[in-house]
């Protein structure tokens, strides 16, 4: 989903940009079980959080970016850097098509291309450093560029097109070649990085996956929920059952219930006082939960989790006139306790109250997405992604969907990323897709009276044409296998020395629709690639014989327009993930 290697590039980097951690591994090509991670310990992860000083240029990612900023920096000098955390959700949480500006921690508006150019710019330079550290090891004199290494970025499935060029715009604003670049799904990644592993109860004993069976696997991250469904083949590779899918609706609403729980405590102008004048503070309490989040058991009765409420929030409160006493037990009567002087006391129930958004969410899209494709037959549900790792959260999917097998997968919030890394080493895995669109071509055909739109209908050769026809190639849902020939041929006569000199198009269309007609908005039809094919230097020839070729390749199509009179070729790639 991509450009493509025009050579086997020696390195493989995976980034695994998460809205809550973010991680990367990289690996060489003719070494590629052995992986590397940032320092020392190779599956690290670091808080999704970027610092950038006044001129917005990097100053601190992760750890660092936070330590530094709430620790290092009184208020005075925090007005003079940008910090950002959690930034991939809001990057574009306002919709598909508009473009993103981020707001930094005090709320100052920062452009998104920037943000996430100056963020790969700083993982490139990262992983090049580590790269050249281990090439001595690799018998190298010269060290590695940036142009050696194949750079397989994970996406959330529901990300569109939009979305995607995005990141991909990013990349090369951050001097990458767009044809190094690999975007894969972050739900596919994970099944690759499983589809091997012993995991499947049968006869009591766990197996890896046989020969024709199926899962759905959910991938719960900190931010999205995404979703995929293959089937194992013969040879131990997969076939997409239906077409990836999910939503936001991850780890982040259980932390934003638990913020409408102090908003209702102590009242959303003392919160939001609070958070801005004690910024570190808030931080340390928001990261208290997180940690305390995943540790809730799904079984456990008498549950009990505490938290220690900063002495200077309860002064804010104290001004307000309130007794916090008395507002939790108006309101939260034998579900929280306070205890003197600052002990905040959660019960179980209500600490499950915080999932329960997220759990009603992923269970109902999980749900409908098996309602919706019955005759699949699936009943193994497997769970990734770092969310994955709460046991209530898997207690809750248990309950919900008792009659499948349902399996956390191991290393579950590193599945993603060391996935996308086999998918870089090895591009055999997902060998059939379900095209997720129609895809035609812009065809001039005979004009039908009665049937065409009359502002369509133009006259070329002496004939009436209808201009923009879709020429449907394949449908929505149709398998599609790599290696897979769509063409169209067609001749073209040219009469007068202005049409023989006039560049020919070739574009390719795709539609929601199983059958779309025109190549027009209008008519639900969206333009996603095209080529322009310059004339020969004497022109065309007056009749002109060429074809139309969409070929299936591993996640793209590759688009060529070919003179068959002298088979000359022009090309070009786009993802049909997109």
Known sequence: MGGVESRPLPVIAAIDFGTTFTGYLFCFRDEPDRTYGPEEHKRKREPT????????????????????????LDDDERSNYYFFRKFKISAFEEGEDKLPVL??????????????????????????????????????????TEDDILWVITIPAVWGFSRRQFVKKAFEKANLKVDNIKLVLEPEAASIEIRKSKMVLQNERLQTFKAGQKYLLADLGGGTVDICAHQVTEDGNLVELFNSSGGVFGGILVNQAFEEFLKDIFGEDVLESYKTEYP????????????????????????????????????????????IVNEIEAKYKDIAEWKNPNKLFLKGPLMKRFFERAVTDICGHIDEVLQCNPEKNIDILLLSGGFAESKYIQGRIRERFNEKQVVVVPDPKYAVMQGALKIGACSAGIIERKSPFTYGFYAVEPFEHGRDPEDMRILREGEEKCDGKFHKLVAKGDPLKCGQIFKRDATTSYTTDRERNRPRYTSLWRSEKTNPRYCKLAFGCHEIAKITIVPPIHGWPGVLRHRQQLIVQENEFQIKFINTDTNEEQEMHISYLD
């Open 49 to 72: 959080c970027v610092l950038l000083d006044e001129n917005k240029a990097f100053v601190h990612f992760g750890k660092q970016a936070t330590e530094f900023y709430f620790n290092n």
């Open 103 to 144: 707001k930094d921690e005090d709320g100052t508006p920062v452009d998104a291309m920037h943000l996430f150019k100056v963020v790969y710019t700083h993982f490139k330079a990262d992983i090049l450093k580590g790269v050249n550290e281990c090439k001595v090891s690799k018998g190298r004199h010269s060290p590695f």
């Open 280 to 323: 570190g503070n808030f931080y340390d309490l928001q990261m208290k939960f997180e940690e305390k989040k995943m540790d809730i058991s799904f079984d456990k009765k008498d549950l009990t989790v505490v938290f220690k409420i900063d002495i200077e929030l309860i002064s804010k409160f104290q001004k307000t006139g309130k007794n």
